[in-house]
């Protein structure tokens, strides 16, 4: 039999001999010359945001233009409209007609695309960084001259139609997130998923994608980032060419949507074509920008990394190797999120494990945190590998760039970035139990149960009858 | 000056000097026990990555498909004295990250440290005791195998999975490369601790590695890492070579039932090798047919003008044998039999008529105005170095990229694809719902009709 010990025993045993390591680390990662490189800000006559941080180890540039609109600003009948917006920007425009944009980005040897999430929209090329300028005068005239035509929607809105149907539809674990959500929230907006429902996509009409555009398009809910090998009077000087001349609009101003308060315990369960269970906890928590206090969300972030930040963490040493419960796991939670949002535990049970055996191993998890303080040498590692893991990000320009964006975007403001890692040093176990017993409570669950339905057909049981010689075709 | 102006002028410069900026330089040697290392420096940032990779990959699997996965996973769960919590607690107190994973060509363990001196030593000798002293535990082997078996069940609930799977099986028939990289049910549930020793003792060994170092750290430092590395790891052999890859003798339809709202759609052959004389020609080619995303011919015909996908594509899969070439896309039902015509139309059309000038123009402008892109980080450095390394490509690999590419002729592309690729034999599979092919039976001639009173209904 393989010996069972506990794992905080196993853990202290263990620091007694590797405590001099970890301590000369942690003084190591407070180093000044570990600091971020400095970010240049700008702001345009026109409100609009320009961030630059140069980073010169390559010669490449990445541009990003972050809107201030994403599927949280959307409501009932057009949900995903800011998606489906995003599709229509590489429609063209009067000046680039529909493919130009794609055409000259790649005949300059760059890549691009454009992701939506429920706080932003956002556009991005990665460029040699001599291509900046063709990049700014694109993206910079669709900011505004989009033309948005008729017959390309139609075709567009059944893209994004198959979009989601390969992305959620077919994916019965995408189809029980998007539950847990729809559950979870009441009046908040991130109810729905950043595709939208499928009714909902099939009867966006153009005018609505050309309202949505109208609304909240402008160089005043924008912020500019760029990143790379790049002099940052030289991207001022290029953005106040380019996106400088759009005029700025009146925006919106979001309703609040606070989302009500939660009475007790919620469920959903999730029967489905499917092979194996999934079992989902989301705890309603609140993110820098909903708190009035900044220190809950740093201790939720090492709370985070407690239960799943690498190997040794508690979901994969206790429930995956030690107990054999689960045969996958995991944490999310995201500190920048413009709305209060789910920190979420989730897991797979190995096999003849039962999915209430996994939720009740899940709710101990927080039930411990909530009784039993986490031991410092189990707090240092966390603070550790979030330190060590943020160095690692400098690795790419894009993550950088999106820090950024993301943060300025949600009206967090970039700064915070920086401030990050003393925030991080700062965490007390006792604020970990704190924000355990106070966000991680049956109050704020909701859980989500993928019960599997008809068993999909067993492909290796039927494929000698299903392969089919197709002789004599032309 | 507008967009088409500067893009015009910059397009020109770029021809002039196609390598104006610094590529990085590959550093190459050996390990006194036959490991073949690359290096580059990359002392910008403090951190440093390792990867060290192994000809031990599922096309090693012999007749116990999965062995290669499941003993690349078990290498971590335990070495020396150390117990897999053991491990993961001392990596994880440096911030280590530790990684593993396998193919059907290879499999590796990678690392991501600090450079600074004791995290980066703590690392490197965890990483070396990994490696050469595993002990692979019983109950690791029988935890892994259940959680193998829990992941094989995840597949089928997968369309592209099960497409993918049952694609590598109909491409490849009796070839190693046909084989599931975890394996089946059967197969895996068969292994014991014993095949994983044995596994090791004939793959993990140093004449069959190579490992690439980037990162913060001098020449003679990665001469050092790398000893401390494989250093303890047997001499051993290379790998055999492997078997050649028949060419497909007839064309091949595959129809798996599965209640998903859309049907996803593979079609393709064995492609190229890595080392391949038309490499350059039928990747450049492909980059016009479906590799460059929305400007690809396949994207516009089946995504841009009738919606039909979101994702249409192809790709050559370059390997130590004929790797496949494959055609994606995945779209509603209805749809399937309709755009399966429309992607084997284009690329027959592709394949007869060769790519036009303004094609090769436009792809070799995206490859080599974006080379840089390819380069810009430790990771992709990493990458590239393994790629080279594990492949024996030519050390100025990297250096005279962009001016092969452009040497490329139109007629080199066109001769290679109508050589290489097979319209009329190939392999197309489709995983969807079975009601809706009936239903669109008479839209196309490869229709489903006669094959579905064959398939077999669960």
Redesign the interface.
Known sequence: M?PTIT?DR??KI?MKI?AK??L??LV?LALPG?AQARVYEYLLANGMKVLVKPDN????VVQQVWYKVGSSYEYGGVTGISHMLEHML?KGTE??PA?EF???I??????E?AFTGPDYTAYFQ??????L??AM??ESDRMRNATLPADEF??????????R??RT????QARAYEQLRATAFVNSPYNHSVIGWMTDIQNYSIEDVRQWYGDWYAPNNATLVVAGDVDPEEVLALAKKYYEPVKPREVKKQKPRTEVEQYGERRVTIKV????EHVILGYKVPTLKTTDNPDDIYALEVLAWILD?????RI??EL???R?LI??GSVSYDPYSRLQTLFTLSA????ETSVEDVEAALRGQTDRLQRQLISEEELD?AK??I???R??Q????FYQAMQLGALETVGIGWQADEAFNEKIKSVTAEQVMYVAKTYLNDKRLTVAILY?Q??????????A???????G?? | MNARSIATCLLGLLFLSPSVHAIPTIQHWQTANGARVYFTSAPEIPIVDIRIIFDAGSARDGDKSGLAFLTNGLLREGAGQMDADMIAQRLDNIGAQLGNGSLRDMAWLELRTLSEKKALQEAMELMSMILSEPTFPEVAVHRDIKNILVSLEADKQNPGALAKKAFMQAVYGDHPYAMPLQGTAESIQAMTRKDVRSYYDKFYVARNAIIAIVGDVSRSKAEILAELLAGRLQEGEPAPRLEKVKPLQEAVTVYVDHPSSQTHIWVGQPGMKRRDDDYLALYIGNHTLGGSGLTSLLSNEVREKRGYAYSAYSYFSPMRSLGPFTMVAQTKNDTAADALNIMSNTLREFVKTGITSEQITASKQNITGGFALRLDSNRKLVENLSVVGFYDLPLDYLNTFNDRVSAVTRKQISNAFLRRLHPDRMVVVLVGSKNARRSNSQSSARSATASNTKAANH
């Open positions: 393989y794992l196993r853990g263990f590797y390591t970890l000369s680390l190591f570990l180890r390559s010669p490449v590489f000046k680039y493919g794609s055409r000259i790649a005949a300059n040897g760059g890549r695309n990665r460029m040699e960084k001599t291509r300028e063709i005068e694109l139609l075709k567009e809105r059944d893209v994004v139609a198959e979009e149907r390969m539809d077919d994916n019965p074509p499917a092979t194996i930040g690498g190997s040794s963490s994969t040493s995956l190797r030690d054999q045969a996958g797979v049970p190995a096999r590692k550790t590998q330190l060590t893991d160095i690692y400098k690795d790419s320009i599997p008809q068993p999909v057909p067993d492909f290796a049981r039927h494929k009858a299903t392969v089919v010689h197709m002789q075709e032309r």
